[in-house]
């Protein structure tokens, strides 16, 4: 007999947010947002931030929706701004927290170079037990720009559950492979950027990029405020001291007229477009667009029109109260980038320094994924996170619908929440329903038939990979699985309760705390360490 179980699933990518207490918040998209202001005390500021509302995934009964289908997501933009809200003493508003992107934050550990551990073989370190997989199109093993493997294990806060972690981890590209860049710096200079977290240190993340930028890339610069400016045309990697002298010129004064400046910035990237190179337009702001451009409908469209060109947009977003991450994230998803949040210069040195080729480097486009559930195995589901990326089941076979980007060395993490066959699920059994449902012959031991659809970066057709996940490789103690694993399922832990989930009402943060502090790992960079006092500073913060 099997237990209720659940899914994790790993990728890689980039992300941003923004965020403040009180802020506005829309429902389930961009059109129609609304804004909403907070006074609080004589000196109060007012809070014109801006959230999209996405209600949890509800359970689902395999027997009536067997496919689950999503685009995948390589944002990161939550954790940084749910650490931003808690050093400065407030909890996080509960739309500003998406478990995906908070997952896929972390760096994980290295994947073992040895070729026997693919093609379904198991690998165990001590009592580890993680199994690789070489994904298939067709018949034959095929050369694709992901490798996967899962994992299985009793899930921490509930016995009854288990964890499934399907990481799907992108190629790795030597600095010497990246495709040459085009970049456009579209900053943000209006009055409300003044202040040592918001324009200064976007002039600060900036020149750290610069100084990895090779000859054969080239950087223009245009500003916006109450009007818009090319600061610096296209200019070679090589000449770093210019563009570092036109960064550290700019001043904050004056209106946002946003608009005007998108419209330069994709000027300025199509007179230095690169064929078969990255054209990128990096939009860095602490806030929406007040002059020009004001429908986010508008916005989109344009941003649409330019990607469909081949330049693609990412979002940097910096401040507190008046970031308008609605706008932020969709904008960064309908341009093929990334939404990252800076909260900090460490955290600018990480997305734009070490992690730049996952932030620019695009190694497949247009990502989805779609998960079938054997009925045999399994009798409900719950996804975790992807709020903001669900997909019709008919749009995974559409090469016409949009979807993510996965950026070179990136991870991306899915997860599911699983009922099995003899485990008591949270709808009732059907009087009328087919209670003796019977997986096809030689597929009894699957859970579920994983499928990837993806487009080479220059490509217009997908090409499909599969894979079934097996019931066979499931831990006997979560204190067996690996070190990834176990942190993981601690910051999934810690993602849905700050949402407010049920299904983690009886976990206390102390517990979260323990299951991390125990995966620690080597942490070369101290990330998980920061975890561990962001979990404690929560839990003071919750009294």
């Known amino acids: 007999m099997y237990k209720n179980k659940l899914l994790i699933i790993s990728i890689c990518s980039l992300t941003l947010s923004g965020c403040s207490h009180g802020p506005a918040y829309t429902s389930g998209s961009m059109s129609g947002y609304t804004l909403m202001g907070s006074v609080s005390g004589a000196s109060a500021q007012f809070d014109t931030s801006r959230y999209t509302h996405y209600d949890d995934n509800p359970v689902k009964q395999v027997a009536q929706s067997p496919l689950a289908t999503f685009s995948l997501d390589v944002d990161t933009a939550s954790y940084a701004n749910v650490r931003r809200f808690l050093n400065q003493g407030q909890l996080p508003n509960p739309d500003a927290v998406r478990v995906e ?73 030597a600095r010497s492979e990246r495709p040459a860049a085009n970049l456009v710096f579209l900053i943000d200079t209006s009055g409300s950027m003044e202040g040592d977290g918001r324009l200064p240190l976007i002039q600060s993340a900036l020149k750290m990029m610069v100084n990895d930028l090779r000859p054969q890339d080239r950087v223009s610069i245009v500003t916006y405020a109450g009007s818009s400016e090319v600061l610096l045309s296209a200019t070679s990697g090589a000449e770093k001291q210019t563009i570092i002298h036109a960064l550290n010129d700019l001043s904050a004064d004056g209106s946002t007229n946003g608009g005007a400046g998108l419209k330069m910035a994709y000027e300025q990237a199509q007179k230095g477009f690169i064929k078969g190179g990255v054209n990128r337009i990096l939009l860095a702001t602490d806030g929406d667009f007040n002059v020009g451009i004001d429908d986010p409908k508008a916005i989109e469209s344009l941003v649409k029109k330019e990607r469909d060109t081949g330049i693609t947009l990412s979002t940097l977003g910096v401040g507190d109260d008046n970031v308008n991450d609605a706008m932020m994230v969709k904008i960064a998803d309908v341009g093929n980038g990334n939404y ?21 480097v695009t190694v497949a486009k ?31 076979n559409n090469d016409a619908v949009d979807a993510g980007d996965i950026g070179a060395g990136k991870h991306v993490t899915v997860l599911f929440e699983l009922t099995l066959a003899g485990q008591k699920g949270s709808v009732d059994a059907l009087r ?112």
């Not at 210069?345 to 620019?360: I, R």
Request: hydrophobic fraction near 35%.
């Open 101 to 173: 992107e908070m997952l896929n934050y972390f760096p994980l550990s290295k994947r073992p170079n040895d070729k026997t551990t693919f093609g379904g073989q198991e690998v165990q370190k001590s009592a580890e037990r993680v199994v690789h997989i070489e994904i298939t199109s067709g018949c034959e093993p095929v050369s694709h720009p992901f490798t996967v493997q899962y994992e299985l294990t009793p899930a921490p806060w509930n016995e009854q559950h288990t964890l499934l972690r399907l990481d799907i981890a992108a190629k790795e590209l």
């Open 340 to 360: 990252s949040y800076l909260d900090s210069l460490s955290e600018a040195q990480k997305v734009l320094g070490q992690e730049m080729q996952q932030t620019l």
């Open 366 to 396: 247009d990502v989805k994924a779609q998960i079938e559930f054997n009925p045999a195995q399994v009798i409900e589901y719950r996804q975790i996170g992807y709020e903001k990326r669900q997909l019709r089941d008919e749009d995974f």
């Open 432 to 543: 009328y329903g087919n209670t003796s449902a019977k997986a096809a012959t030689g597929k009894e031991n699957e859970l579920l038939w994983v499928k990837l659809r993806y487009k080479a970066p220059q490509g217009e057709t997908s090409r499909l990979m599969s894979q079934p996940v097996m019931a066979t490789s499931l831990q006997n103690s979560f204190e067996m699985a690996s070190t990834d694993m176990r942190f993981l399922s601690a910051v999934a832990a810690y993602g849905q309760k700050l949402r407010g989930s049920d299904e983690l009402a009886k976990t206390s943060w102390q517990q979260i705390a323990g299951w991390a502090e125990r995966a620690k790992g080597t942490d070369e960079k101290g990330y998980r360490a920061e975890f561990i006092r962001l979990v404690d500073l929560t839990a003071g913060l919750s009294r």
